[in-house]
């Protein structure tokens, strides 16, 4: 599979550019600061494209790593506004 292989949905990074190819997300992950370079979830985004254009397969799998990498300090916070749910709350038709 080429490097010229586009992605099925790009990836949109924090400043509004987007990756299109796995050549584009090589570049971008090739030009990232020494440091930030060389963090494993970079390291294993990088392995991802790389598996996906020699060996081919889905390009879903280098997608989900370098999506990984970029949301890394991205923490999901549990939201208790939401409706609560109906469980527990349902009695049986002997208990009533």
Do not use: C
Request: net charge positive; aromatic share 8%; hydrophobic share 40%.
């Amino acid at each position: 599979m080429p490097w010229s292989t586009r992605f099925d949905d790009p990836i949109v990074l924090p400043d509004g550019r987007k990756l299109v190819t796995l050549q584009d997300a090589g570049t971008y992950i090739t030009k990232l600061p020494k440091a930030e370079h060389e963090a494993l979830e970079w390291q294993a985004a990088v392995e991802a494209l790389i598996l996906v254009a020699t060996h081919g397969g889905p390009t879903m799998f280098a997608r989900i790593g370098v999506m990984q990498a970029l949301n890394r300090h991205h923490v999901r916070e549990f939201n208790t506004d939401r409706k609560p749910h109906h469980w527990g709350k349902r009695k049986l038709k002997r208990d009533q």
